[in-house]
């Protein structure tokens, strides 16, 4: 069925096989249902005095190996013999999957200077979509600025598509080449001569031509990128036309700045231009905030003077448009000058940000901090983050400052989900420090919006807090520890009036797992005990202090305890170097710690160096001497009336430096060398890393989903490999390096490839007996294709030939009766099974053959 509704279109369109007109356009898409879409063609075409070319219908590849017919069901005449042609159509696919939309219409315009033979070139424009039920519902974006645009020989050109996507999806741009039948790119195109450059920003999508060198008309593709959580999920492969004039006019310039708006206030954003001819200018508007449903933004030109314009624009948002990406406004102006007028676009980025959380109210007890708030002023909040720190930290959000950064020392600690939902207790807490709160609200596309004023408290010095887990002798069965702590200060006597008494319980590890009672001291001022007789060289302890209200008959503990844990040493070994791990679990903050090692001369630990951090790497090392160490910590806590600093010493503990660290990870990059059928890896190695590296290791897979193999080992001078593969021109590689203790990096990154295509048809053979283009056949070489499916078709749908042999060799005679076709364009559809990533894929080919033979008797009539 599929073929014959393609042979039906062959029809209608081999009667225009000639006709020329056009110069721009795209395909997007809206998703209906789970498998249903909307797609949506534009195109520009020439019109006026000369192009009678028109489509009343095109058709489309809907990269499920089937197409349809397209009605348009709207067309404007613009300025400039430009016509601006709409068609809409629905379909449903069969699954998940990635498909690429295909529209091509013979031809293109004449005269596109960057493009060979135009006027003989298809035009051809692709969207490329992915159907995966995990990652939710997508629709293509918006492309708001036309693609047709003017420009002049020795101006700057600047060029946005206005690109905005409903489902607030990250979007990314790149030049890419014009494409002709089947989707190839044109042969010997290239991109617009510049004096200085032509690029395009890869994030706000501004293409800059910087400047156009000669007159005349020029064609650009861009890839507009659709990303989701760091996922490809799309692109939109958009052609447009521009045309560079031979002119003295110079183009208006546009002054607008980026800005924000909070959600439900109404935003508003002067505009003004200048021309430097004096020229009027005339300013307009349009981009995301237009696309909105039921958004009703505004522009007005407010002055209009010779040189000089200025407009308002104003746009009430709602809660609903907050979202974490921006809304792109362009803003126009266009000067009116004569015979060529010029224009300058710019591009303004509007953030709709979410209010800030109002009234947080903080109460602290000994063991908990709780958290109230009022419900944020925009209804579809979806939750609240919560963020915390140790000690004021005095931010205030700047006007468009979001969220909270991550430079101020604040950590997410927890979401609490639902809008109503406006309270939090946090017992994660400990005594001894100032705890300050930041609250933001949580958009639907997980966007915060401002956040809180800052609130801190301290928690009630109602129960002891542990000051010391110091290790006094390391020893497997005489160890000693000295555990120490503050004493209350805060103890609500009305409820517990004592006796009191501290309850000392010890448990290994770092987080009390298996606490045991080891002492009870009575009173409040004896806070202090020494822990002997246990294992302190293997093993790392954690303490524990429970305080009771003592009085016969009313005993009960007070408050919550915390655990704090001794500083327990433990190393990676490294060629010539020991790496020192200082593990721990305390309540307080170290922010020191000193490293000593054993001096075999003078018998004492020495200190060698201080680390901020919970490590040190002591380098110049004797791999296979043993060395012997100890730290000594130092910090405290972030309130008054505690012992600061706290000084608490770990274990003494040894180990050898021998080499058990694997090199850094290469940096890799492969490319497909499609011509020599061949792969290019080359990579990239740090040497002040670790600068030990014997050997590289290169691995493949030819499946997305299968094993790695090892496929070569390159010394460590080599920085580059050429593959050839076996089975396939598609594969997944990556690169270890190796050091001389065979210590093995974690793999690079791993680069996947599959963009070499071989299978190509001819669009002209000559069956005619004189030894030269007599059989239709593939372009050689080709490799990796397991078979095809070609069915030959006439002009009225009538089947010339079929095979499944790759080679085809068809000589131009009817399957039928061997008679030869006449001269004259036969259409093709072809199946090509290749090998793939994903294994054995389907390619879907179509387009024209032009045959030409001297014999006429006997022939086959079309």
């Known amino acids: ?353 979410g209010p800030k959380v109002e009234n947080v109210n903080i109460a602290a007890t000994t063991t908990e901090i709780s958290l109230v708030w009022d419900a944020n002023n925009c209804e579809n909040v979806v939750g609240y983050n919560i963020y915390r720190r140790i000690s004021p930290s005095g931010f205030v959000p700047d006007f468009c400052e979001v969220g909270v950064p991550d430079d101020i020392g604040y950590a997410k600690i927890d979401f609490v989900e639902g809008y109503n939902n406006t309270s939090y207790l946090d017992n994660t807490v400990s005594q001894g420090h100032e705890y300050c709160y930041l609250i933001t609200a949580v958009f639907p596309d997980v966007a915060e919006g401002y956040a809180s004023d800052e609130v801190c408290d301290v928690l009630i010095r109602g129960i002891p807090t542990i000051t010391n887990v110091s290790v006094n002798a390391t020893d497997e069965n005489t160890g000693e520890i000295y555990v120490a702590w503050a004493k209350p200060t805060e103890i609500d006597i009305g409820e517990a009036p004592g006796p009191y008494q501290y309850v000392l319980y010890r448990s290994d590890g770092f987080f009390g797992e298996n606490l045991v009672e080891i002492a009870t001291l009575n009173g409040l001022d004896d806070t202090t005990y020494t822990d002997s007789n246990i294992d302190t060289k293997n093993t790392a302890w954690s303490y524990k202090v429970e305080f009771y209200n003592n ?68 380098n110049g090392l004797i791999n296979g001497k043993e060395y012997c160490y100890l730290v000594r910590s130092k910090g405290g806590y972030s309130v008054d009336g505690i012992l600061n600093p706290l000084i608490n010493v770990s274990q003494e503990n040894c180990e050898e430096a021998i080499d058990t660290t694997a090199p850094c990870t290469p940096i890799f990059d492969v490319v497909s060398n499609c011509d020599s059928v061949s792969f290019y890896a080359n990579w990239e190695y740090n040497d002040t890393c670790y600068d030990d590296v014997k050997e590289y290791r290169i691995y493949f897979t030819p499946y997305l989903d299968d094993s790695y193999q090892l496929v070569y080992t390159a010394n460590a001078n080599m920085r580059e490999f050429v593959y050839t593969p076996e089975s396939g021109m598609a594969g997944c590689f990556y690169v270890t390096a190796v050091d001389s203790f065979q210590n093995e990096s974690s793999p690079s990154v791993k680069v996947c490839l599959d963009d070499c295509t071989y299978y190509i048809l001819p669009n002209v053979f000559t069956p005619n007996d004189d030894g030269i283009n007599d059989l239709f056949q593939p372009i050689p070489p080709y490799y990796f294709v397991e078979k095809i499916d070609i069915q030959i078709f006439n002009r009225w749908g009538l089947l010339m030939f079929e095979t499944e042999d790759p080679d085809i060799n068809w000589d131009g005679r009817y399957y039928k009766n061997g008679k030869l076709v006449t001269d004259g364009v036969y259409y093709y559809i072809c199946d090509v099974y290749e090998q793939r990533l994903t294994g054995i894929e389907v390619r879907h080919l179509h387009g024209f053959i032009h045959v030409f033979t001297s014999k006429n008797e006997n022939q086959v009539r079309e």
């Open 1 to 353: 069925m599929k073929k014959i509704v393609t042979l039906i279109l062959f029809v209608s369109i081999v009667v225009n096989v000639f006709a020329t007109h056009n110069r721009a356009g795209e395909i997007t898409y809206r998703q209906i249902s789970d498998l249903t879409f909307e797609i949506t063609i534009i195109t520009y075409t020439a019109s006026g005095p000369g192009w009678t070319a028109d489509r009343p219908e095109l058709e489309i590849l809907w990269g499920d190996n089937t197409s349809s017919v397209l009605p348009r069901v709207e067309k404007t005449e613009l300025p400039d013999n430009f016509r601006r042609n709409k068609y809409v159509g629905t379909h449903t696919y069969p699954g998940p999957g990635i498909y690429v939309i295909v529209v091509e219409d013979p031809n293109r315009n004449l005269g596109v200077s960057n493009i060979p033979n135009s006027v003989n070139t298809v035009f051809t424009i692709t969207t490329t979509m992915l159907i995966n039920p995990t990652i939710g519902t997508n629709n293509t974006p918006v492309l708001t600025q036309p693609p047709v645009d003017k420009a002049a020989v020795g101006q700057l050109f600047v060029h946005n598509p206005g690109a905005y996507d409903p489902d607030g999806d990250s979007l990314s741009y790149k030049l890419t080449t014009c494409r002709a039948e089947n989707g190839e790119p044109i042969e010997g195109y290239t991109l617009p001569q510049a004096s200085n450059s032509l690029s395009v920003d890869e994030i706000t999508g501004d293409l800059v031509w910087d400047t156009p060198v000669y007159p005349g008309v020029y064609n650009i593709a861009m890839l507009i990128e659709e990303w989701r959580n760091g996922i490809k999920i799309g692109q939109i492969l958009r052609d447009m036309q521009i045309e560079v004039y031979e002119t003295n006019n110079k183009p208006p310039v546009v002054f607008a700045v980026d800005t924000c708006v909070e959600a439900d206030s109404l935003l508003i954003l002067w505009v003004s231009a200048t021309d430097p001819n004096n020229d009027f200018i005339t300013l307009t508007a349009n981009g995301a905030p237009f696309e909105i449903e039921g958004s009703e933004p505004s522009f007005a030109q407010t002055i209009s003077e010779p040189g000089y314009a200025e407009g308002k624009f104003m746009w009430q948002t709602y809660c609903d448009y907050v979202r974490k990406q921006d809304y792109a406004l362009n803003i126009k102006a266009e000067d009116q000058s004569d015979p060529v007028s010029l224009a300058d676009i710019n591009s303004v980025s509007i953030a709709v940000v």
């Open 551 to 618: 009085e016969p008959g009313n005993r009960f503990l007070i408050g919550t305890p915390h655990i704090a844990s001794s500083v327990f040493i433990d190393f990676q070994q490294m060629e010539n170097a020991l790496m020192l791990n200082f593990n721990k679990n305390t309540p307080w903050v170290n922010t020191e710690y000193t490293v000593y090692r054993y001096d075999e001369v003078s018998a004492v630990f020495d200190s060698i160096g201080y680390s901020p951090n919970e490590y040190y790497v002591d």
